[in-house]
């Protein structure tokens, strides 16, 4: 069964501080991986894609990384701003129909 | 260019009451998802249509649930009788053809009491 689990659910960090949000997934066969913005009463908003032969995207302050091998992304936010807090979910898609898996979100809150 | 339109926001009904919520595309996408979002998870896709036929609908509990894209635009998502187990996020989403990236609605937010 297609599962991504993210950690942690929630996160709290000061205001320009860096973190560091983890996605394993076991979707398979793989087409690409991305990252999802969701402020609260929002729909999410792609933050990165990145396929197979992709390891590392930037999107501003955001970095995602993808191991293709391990199965495993991480989402790093550097200099965090209080604009940030918001739920990040990771979103795996599969070939050949490309139906998307979603995580549970880590909801991270910036504290001035 | 316009983003998804949902409508309405919010809504809150009593459980074996009937609902209906609204969705508007992006203008020129043909896929057009519904999702329902429980408080704490992420989305899980109820519907999929392709212009105006079904792609997808095996999470659809249809025995209360319905959709329809008539025009294989606006499309429309029906509770008949919602259950306290409905209130959720019901989020909309569209992209430019099967595979392209989705770009979500606001989402209409469903309370049953």
């Known amino acids: 069964k297609n599962q991504v689990e993210q950690s942690p659910q929630s996160l709290i960090i000061l205001e320009g501080k860096n973190c560091t949000l983890q996605?394993?997934?076991?979707?398979?066969?793989?087409?690409?991986l991305r990252w999802y913005k969701q402020d609260t009463g929002r729909g999410p908003v792609s933050l990165t894609i990145m396929t197979f032969s992709e390891n590392t995207k930037s999107n501003g302050r955001y970095t995602a990384t993808l191991d293709a091998d391990t199965k495993q992304s991480s989402l790093h936010i550097t200099a965090s701003q209080l604009s940030d807090s918001a739920s990040y979910i990771c979103v795996v898609s599969a070939v050949p129909n490309e139906k998307l898996t979603f995580g549970t979100g880590t909801r991270l809150t910036i504290i001035p | 260019e316009a983003g998804v339109a949902q409508s309405p926001r919010y809504k809150i009904i009593e459980k074996r009451q009937s609902v209906a919520f609204w969705c508007n595309p992006i203008?020129?996408?043909?896929?057009l998802y519904w999702y329902q979002q429980i408080l704490g998870q992420g989305p899980k896709l109820l519907i999929q249509f392709q212009n105006n036929g079904v792609v997808d609908d095996s999470q659809l509990p249809k025995d209360r649930f319905s959709a329809e894209r008539l025009k294989g635009v606006d499309s429309t998502l029906k509770i008949q009788p919602a259950k306290l187990e409905d209130s959720a996020v019901y989020l909309c989403?569209?992209?430019?053809?099967?595979?392209?990236?989705?770009?979500f609605g606001p989402g209409t937010r469903l309370t049953v009491l």
């Open positions: 989403a569209s992209s430019l053809d099967l595979g392209y990236e989705q770009f």
């Open positions: 996605c394993n997934y076991t979707v398979s066969p793989f087409s690409n």
């Open positions: 203008s020129g996408h043909a896929t």
